[in-house]
């Protein structure tokens, strides 16, 4: 039996179980509102809790049990504890445990140096936990998604062709270090939100601007620096 079959059997299971606890509803013999939903829940979860197992999903496990927890911590006796003291525990361990299981491997520390090639109108590129510099290309790019977070990362923009005058480059920042390499002759509008965070400009840029950066998005515990060469 395969991978995929083992997936079809644990869900073909969930569904017949969860059809004979309608059944049982209609006879009246469980309280639908206060059993009947929590025990449907709590299959589920255990079901994605054990793809995740299958998949070494640290993450994924953490944040199941952390929700069965929270569904049945008053049935253990541990409704004391409150629901924003049980979300900020599960956010420190997943950052805890991110660092644990970042893997090993002789590049480590290095900085990874990236040109990427693109001929789509939207580019995406993220980082965490890590040091990176991308050198963008491309003649159609018309918006860059950017999602650091936990690292530090370089882009720039002096390679790219722009068939229109601006280029949009939203930001989605957080505990990082980001540097925007940009051309003298581009010009800078800002209208990103920063939360314990800044947004500084480094050089001149000449009196005429060929195309315009419009900054978006949000910059949250992170620093963004617009660097012309």
């Known amino acids: 039996m395969n991978e995929n079959?083992?997936?079809?059997?644990?869900w073909g299971v969930f569904f017949i179980?969860?059809?004979v606890l309608v059944i049982l509803n209609g006879f009246g013999i469980l309280n639908l509102a206060k059993f009947l939903w929590k025990i449907l829940f709590t299959l589920f979860f255990l079901m994605v809790y054990a793809e995740c197992k299958k998949k070494n999903d640290v993450s994924g496990k953490?944040?199941?049990l952390a929700i069965l927890f929270v569904m049945w911590r008053n049935v253990i006796g541990l409704g004391f504890i409150s629901l924003g003291s049980i979300i900020i525990s599960v956010i420190l361990l997943l950052i805890g445990l991110s660092f644990l299981n970042k893997p090993e491997h002789p590049n480590m520390g290095k900085e990874e140096v990236l040109i990427d090639e693109n001929t789509d109108n939207i580019v995406h590129l993220k980082g965490a936990f890590n040091t990176s510099s991308h050198y963008l290309r491309g003649q159609s790019v018309e918006s860059v998604y950017l999602t650091p977070s936990f690292c530090s990362m370089s882009v720039y923009f002096?390679?790219?062709g722009l068939q229109k005058e601006e280029i949009d480059v939203i930001l989605d920042c957080g505990f990082?270090?980001?540097k925007l390499y940009i051309p003298k002759k581009w010009g800078v509008?800002?209208?990103a939100?920063?939360?314990f965070g800044s947004i500084q400009t480094q050089g001149m840029a000449l009196p005429q601007n060929e195309h315009v950066i419009v900054l978006k998005g949000?910059?949250?515990?992170a620093s963004v620096h617009i660097i012309r060469i």
């Open 5 to 10: 079959s083992n997936r079809n059997w644990i």
């Open 17 to 19: 179980v969860c059809a």
């Open 62 to 64: 953490v944040i199941c």
């Open 158 to 160: 002096d390679q790219l």
């Open 176 to 178: 990082c270090d980001l």
């Open 189 to 191: 509008r800002n209208e």
């Open 193 to 195: 939100k920063t939360l």
């Open 218 to 221: 949000e910059v949250n515990f």
